[in-house]
Nanobody, 115 residues
Framework: VQLVESGGGLVQPGGSLRLSCAAS????????MSWYRQAPGKERELVAA????????EYADFVKGRFTISRDNAKSTVYLQMNSVKPEDTAVYYC?????????WGQGTQVTVSS
């Protein structure tokens, strides 16, 4: 199982960024996929999750209306579109899935929101 995030970087407040997570080693289309984030000195927290078919989506209150999670099962990739970003969105963003009772994580991608 491998989860590889990309797309992080430096963005100005109010700007946009799209994160991608390429998955391999399992049947991507049958599993829930999630994005988490962890800011310095804080616990890792759920940002958004999407069901296997993309029908059911969950967002943390702090990103509702600003971030959009989506997936392309043909490409085994899950995305996080981040709009209207704020300095408090600065964190390492992780892709996650629970397979066979185990949590799998990507290596993370740094997002820094600063002017």
């Amino acid at each position: 199982v491998q989860l590889v995030e990309s797309g992080g970087g430096l963005v100005q407040p109010g700007g946009s960024l799209r994160l991608s997570c390429a998955a391999s080693g399992f049947t991507f289309s049958t599993y829930v996929m999630s994005w988490y984030r962890q800011a310095p000195g804080k616990e890792r927290e759920l940002v958004a999750a999407i069901s296997s078919g993309g029908i059911t989506i969950e967002y943390a209150d702090f990103v509702k209306g600003r971030f959009t999670i989506s997936r392309d099962n043909a490409k085994s990739t899950v995305y996080l579109q981040m709009n209207s970003v704020k300095p408090e969105d600065t964190a390492v963003y992780y892709c996650q899935s629970t397979l066979w009772g185990f949590q799998y994580w990507g290596q993370g991608t740094q997002v820094t929101v600063s002017s």
